[in-house]
């Protein structure tokens, strides 16, 4: 059986390599530090978890709309306005199945065959081949220190003359951990507004900063396209729900696809989610854990050679260029990096080439997800590794 062409622009995650490599090594009684997998380590707080064992005891376990429930996106639209200052209409909130349904939906109602639409590179790969997979053209914008590893309005200006759909803002940014800029965000999206594009704002790592909130794309402008959920922040990552804010005109087209490609999100934890909102004390606790692992391995890495030219400010990455570590160590690129750094120290880590295509092979991703004790452990490793491989 022949299958779809266009699967052959997809690529897989590097990182499953990884994966499957430290699951192997973990049945061998291999004692592994996962500093790869971008996920909160905390359980899902107790309130969330009580309203889903309320839910399914009073058989809650239907269909919902294909929006999403009334009372889930009032409370979303209160979100809004007590975090940011913006009043939302809560029916212009869709909720769905995890941030990616919520892409899938966006993408699908904006690109056409040959659309070409901008991201940056670094960034979350799963953007790229959605876009692919509708037969657009994803064009990948290198970002670098100079721009915070974010797009401005000088980097997409030569793109636009060339036609763009539209363009996407990652802020906090995965995998750099960088923050947009306030100028450049309201640059960006008038720039691109202006060409009679949009621009997508994936927030999902909001709540997750540093010294410095990041900022909604709807306080630049109500056309913006935003994407969020509960995965992140919220730590409900197996829930798989988020949710998207559309301008008014685009809510038939999502809903339309949302009924043939996902029918809805999940009832069950539609209904758990409800409790999120009142769990910030947890959250807050969390987020300083996150911060101590962050100024402790920002240290650590820059002490053993790793390059880090801008201060995550967010999310739980640390985008690390390993260029100079390359040269001493003679390793070929990220991937073998990450390879050796396992199977000899046990530390599992990302490489950049899951990220982009500009400079892959000399960076790696952390993510400090994780305890304070194998943050720890695993620098102490790496540390090791290294010395050992220094020529």
Known sequence: MDWAEKLDNIQPFYVMEVLRRADELSTQGRDIIHLEVGEPDFATPEPILAAARKALDMDQTKYSLATGSKQLREGIARWYMSQYGVEVSPQRIVITSGSSGAFMLAFGALLNPGDRFAISD???????????LLN???????VGPLSNYQLNAALLQPELKKGLRGALVTSPSNPTGTLISEQDFSEVTTLIENHGGLLISDEIYHGITYGQSAQTALEFSDRAVVINGFS???AMTGWRLGWMIVPEDALGAVEMLQQNLFISASSISQYAAMAAFECGNVFQEQLEKYNKNRVFLLDALTKSGFEIAVEPLGAFYIYADISRLLEQTGIADSRQFC???????GVGVTPGL?????????????SYATSFANIQDGVARISEFIEKHIK
């Open 122 to 132: 670094p960034g979350y790969p799963c953007y790229s081949n959605m876009i692919q």
């Open 136 to 142: 657009a053209e994803p064009v990948r914008i290198p």
């Open 232 to 234: 992140k922040y919220f």
């Open 339 to 345: 390879n050796m750094l396992l199977d000899e120290a």
């Open 354 to 366: 899951d990220f982009g295509q500009h400079r892959p092979g000399e960076h790696l991703r952390f």
